[in-house]
């Protein structure tokens, strides 16, 4: 039996994010409304481009083709086009045989008010100002970040990245560190703390049901030892030893686990990154989003607690 949508791992994705709306936006910029609805209509069987989550989110849909009798995910477009010139999108969705058939077109209006109705447990887009806005408003969002496009079709495995403290956790550590610069401190209130758990941050529902995949697939690894994963999930934080307890005593607590996990210490996370090569990566600085090597590593902006709050 499939889940119902309140039992699945729902993502909302903006057409930004899913697909390059480079050229119809600079139409809208230039020309107005009147003109991007005309050139959309012009150019309706015109297939879009890819965009940076595209490799994440057809990897994410192919999660239901591994397990056909759950359908565990789902993806909701979510768009501030009227559904006359959304056609396009949604022919491009067609086009590259994406299972998506939910969708909210908000003419005009950031679509982000409507993602509680259809659970979701992050939403995707390249504009800055919905995503605000959603986190804002506490719901779990992302801003994508340019980066060229790689999408192997040979390489099925999906593999997803989080940071820590601000994405997966509440900012509560952070904002420890951010009052004094003071790593002394730091450790020393993670070590006050250690048995005691976070509470969750924006993306922890999106995490949590990713661990329920996980298991879904240690199911299937134990009846059949040739089952090749699908799903790797990855936390790469710049703590290190003592704090890192404080990371195993949240997890435990949820039930929940990562495949790898890297406690780096402050070094740069483009390290692990490059080697990990996720299909998408969050982060709630922007600082640790800056250097991707190669530009090839999809990163997404969580623009949540201390770490972004403009000072007084």
Known sequence: MSFEIEGKLVIGVASSALFDLTASHQVYLDSGADEYRRYQER?????????????????????????????????????????????????????????????????????????????????LSANEEDVKSAIAANYPAGL???????????????????????????????????????????HAHETKHMAIPHQPGPLAEMFRKLSLMQRLEERAQRRDPAYKKV???????????????????????????????????????????????????FDDQLTHLTSSPGGTIPMVHVPFGIANRRPA
Not at 109 to 120: E, G, H, M, R, V
Not at 233 to 260: F, M, Q
């Open 144 to 186: 994508v970040l340019p980066s060229k496009i790689v999408d192997e079709d040979d390489d099925v495995e999906l593999r997803v990245a989080f940071d820590f403290d601000g994405v997966i956790a509440d900012d509560e550590s952070e904002t420890i560190f951010k009052r004094n610069n003071d790593l002394d401190e730091f």
């Open 231 to 281: 799903l790797r999930i990855a936390i790469i934080t710049a703590r290190n030893a003592p704090s890192h307890e404080r990371v195993v005593t949240t997890l435990k607590s949820w039930g929940v686990s990562a495949s790898e996990t890297f406690f780096l210490g402050g070094m740069n996370k483009t390290r692990v990154l490059s080697i990990f090569k996720p299909h998408i990566f």
């Open 43 to 123: 150019n309706l069987d015109v297939i879009l481009g890819k965009g940076v989550a595209f490799p994440f989110i057809r990897r994410f849909l192919a999660i239901n083709k591994v397990f056909p009798r759950h359908n565990p995910v789902e993806v909701v477009l979510f768009s501030r086009n009227s559904p006359e010139t959304g056609l396009r999108v949604m022919r491009s969705i067609a086009h590259y045989g994406l299972d998506i058939s939910r969708a909210a077109f908000i003419t005009g209006k950031s679509p982000y008010t409507y993602l509680p109705a259809f659970n979701a447990a992050l939403f």
